[in-house]
């Protein structure tokens, strides 16, 4: 590990620590500057070890799809619920799903209950303890509760793990 990297562990962070202090004191001096620099070392010197490894992105590009895929979805469920809710309230039958996981890691499992809860109509509710379980809370309920089952897996979920390769 060469010297620059232990000082600057995180160096993007650095950058923007120093810019952010010179933005907020509204002052270019040198004292500033100096000052600025002094904190963009030592701060990330000091949370570094508070790091959480997190998995990498094997496949951005799938990521730059998978973004637009969801957009796609919460249009087409903002619609989808806006007619849903103007109509007869007895159209409405919500209700809840156990969401069965396969992924492992945190940043993934959140990745999936945001997506979740982003798409109009449906909301993540809890994460069982063994982190095997997504409890989603549905506004329109389908007959047969493995339609969203299905959907969150084969479209969400699989999606996740190919972005990520895991």
């Not at 600025?36 to 701060?43: C, E, K, N, R, T």
């Not at 990745?111 to 109509?121: C, D, E, R, Y």
């Not at 909301?123 to 299905?150: C, F, G, R, T």
Request: proline share 7%.
């Amino acid at each position: 590990m060469s010297i620059i990297t232990r000082l600057l562990p995180m160096p993007a962070h650095s950058f923007l620590l120093l810019i952010v202090w010179l933005m907020l004191n509204v002052s270019f001096s040198l004292g500033h500057i100096i000052l600025g620099s002094v904190l963009a070392v030592i701060i990330p010197l000091l949370c570094a070890p508070l790091q959480v490894p997190q998995p990498k992105l094997k496949r951005p590009l799938r990521a730059v799809r998978y973004v637009f895929m969801v957009l796609g979805d919460i249009v087409v469920a903002n619609v989808q619920v806006a007619i849903l809710v103007v109509g007869p309230m007895r159209r409405i039958k919500p209700g809840f799903v156990a969401i069965p996981i396969d992924l492992e890691e945190t940043l993934l499992i959140t990745i999936l209950a945001s997506t979740v809860t982003m798409t109009p109509g449906t909301l993540s509710a809890e994460l069982s303890k063994d982190k095997n379980w997504l409890y989603v809370h549905v506004l329109n309920m389908p007959d047969n509760e493995e339609e969203v089952i299905s959907l969150i897996k084969n479209r969400y979920e699989s999606a996740i793990k190919e972005i990520f390769q895991c």
